[in-house]
């Protein structure tokens, strides 16, 4: 089974379990490439995706709220249209599963979240990849949960 991690954020990133954190990939630009990184997974195997469920908050700029909805939705419309139904996760959900006792202050947050992603594998992983790791980690153990 392949557990495919989205935190959809233009700067977020995409991790691949198999067997492990087997990639990570940075959120690309297009919607193409994209898709092209969900298909290269989905060929041989079944494949459960996980990604960050997001939305905008009032102290958000319209503009940068705008664009970071407009990412998540590119993801949604590519895995309807590779009929792959997501499991969405909420930030607080995936987190807690990882920590009960995260710092409130995010950049302190992201990294604690990077020391605990960096723990599942040896791949280089950076800031804005750690979220991916640890929502593909977290949709593994989910799935393992549901095969017992």
Same mark, same amino acid.
């Given at each position: 089974?392949?557990?495919?991690?989205?935190?959809?954020?233009?700067?977020?990133?995409?991790?691949?379990?198999?067997?492990?954190?087997? @990639?990570v990939?940075?959120? !690309?630009?297009? !919607?193409? %490439?994209?898709?092209?990184?969900i298909k290269?997974?989905?060929?041989?195997?079944?494949?459960?995706v996980?990604?960050?469920?997001?939305?905008?908050? !009032?102290?958000?700029?319209?503009?940068?709220?705008?664009?970071?909805?407009?990412?998540?939705?590119?993801?949604?419309?590519i895995?309807?249209?590779?009929?792959?139904?997501?499991?969405?996760?909420?930030?607080q959900?995936?987190? %807690?599963?990882?920590?009960? %006792?995260? !710092?409130k202050?995010?950049?302190?947050r992201?990294?604690?979240?990077? @020391?605990?992603?960096?723990?599942?594998?040896?791949?280089?992983?950076?800031?804005?990849?750690?979220?991916?790791?640890?929502?593909a980690?977290?949709?593994?153990?989910?799935?393992?949960e549901?095969?017992?």
């Amino acid at each position: 089974m392949t557990v495919i991690g989205i935190d959809p954020g233009k700067s977020g990133a995409v991790a691949i379990w198999n067997e492990g954190i087997d @990639k990570v990939i940075k959120c !690309p630009s297009t !919607p193409k %490439k994209m898709a092209d990184i969900i298909k290269s997974e989905t060929w041989s195997t079944k494949v459960v995706v996980y990604i960050e469920k997001v939305w905008a908050f !009032p102290t958000d700029a319209r503009s940068s709220a705008f664009k970071f909805g407009t990412n998540y939705g590119m993801w949604l419309g590519i895995l309807g249209a590779l009929n792959i139904e997501p499991e969405l996760v909420t930030p607080q959900t995936w987190q %807690k599963h990882f920590s009960k %006792k995260l !710092p409130k202050e995010k950049l302190l947050r992201k990294k604690a979240l990077y @020391k605990i992603a960096m723990s599942y594998t040896e791949k280089k992983i950076y800031l804005y990849s750690a979220d991916a790791v640890l929502i593909a980690v977290y949709g593994f153990m989910k799935q393992d949960e549901e095969r017992k």
